[in-house]
């Protein structure tokens, strides 16, 4: 079993930024890929972001050149580090762990506003 605790969303204006941890406790050794995900009100799921085991990263379009994803192995943590945020990258957003099956956190919501 994996557990995976999200923290860092709120409410930011236009143009912000804002980082989002995943903490990752129980079987983590069996963790390969680490992601993102999010999903808008009415809209369905949606990969934001993954990291492997390897440290290889993508990225949806929507998302590239504006947002990060990095892991620290040492604190077993991962994170998004999104800049230039749009009101359309409002939603709540998911970290997800990939070994024999998917894991998934809670979610933390993100809301882009003036």
């Known amino acids: 079993q994996v557990q995976l605790v999200e923290s860092g969303g709120g409410l930011v204006q236009p143009g912000g930024s804002l980082r989002l941890s995943c903490a990752a406790s129980?079987?983590?050794?069996?963790?390969?890929?680490m992601t993102w995900y999010r999903q808008a009100r009415g809209k369905q799921r949606e990969l934001v972001a993954i990291i492997t085991r390897f440290g290889t990263t993508n990225y949806a379009d929507s998302v590239k050149g504006r947002f990060t994803i990095s892991r620290d192995n040492a604190k077993n943590t991962v994170y998004l580090q999104m800049n230039s945020l749009k009101p359309e990258d409002t939603a709540v957003y998911y970290c997800?762990?990939?070994?024999?099956?998917?894991?998934w956190g809670q979610g933390t919501q993100v809301t882009v506003s003036s």
């Open positions: 129980g079987s983590i050794f069996s963790i390969n890929d």
């Open positions: 997800s762990a990939v070994s024999a099956r998917q894991y």
